[in-house]
Nanobody
Framework: QVQLVESGGGLVQPGGSLTLSCEAS????????MNWYRQAPGKERELVAT????????NYANSVKGRFTISRNNAKNRLYLQMNSLKPDDTAVYYC??????????WGQGTQVTVRS
């Protein structure tokens, strides 16, 4: 099993930056990929970014490509999401998520990001 705890959310003005962090604990060696999802009010949860354990390759949703960067510090068991040029449409609860062995998935509790003037 894996436990995930996000931090770093908050209120930021449009055009600003914010970095989210997710600390993983437990059987982290069996994590195949780590992801950030987000869910805005009244909308479905969407995949924002992925980083794979095997080769550290990344993928991004078109809506955040060029503005967000996902990274991972394996020594600290931490996942990050650097968010730049934030827009009001980025307002959502952001969730850390992992694809683990045996097709299991785990979610963090979420952290609120609000972008407004």
């Amino acid at each position: 099993q894996v436990q995930l705890v996000e931090s770093g959310g908050g209120l930021v003005q449009p055009g600003g930056s914010l970095t989210l962090s997710c600390e993983a604990s437990g059987s982290v060696a069996l994590i195949n990929a780590m992801n950030w999802y987000r869910q805005a009010p009244g909308k479905e949860r969407e995949l924002v970014a992925t980083i794979r354990t095997s080769d550290s390759s990344t993928n991004y949703a078109n809506s955040v490509k060029g503005r967000f960067t996902i990274s991972r510090n394996n020594a600290k068991n931490r996942l990050y999401l650097q968010m730049n040029s934030l827009k009001p449409d980025d307002t959502a609860v952001y969730y850390c998520h992992v694809n683990w062995a045996f097709s299991r998935i785990y979610w963090g509790q979420g952290t609120q990001v609000t972008v407004r003037s």
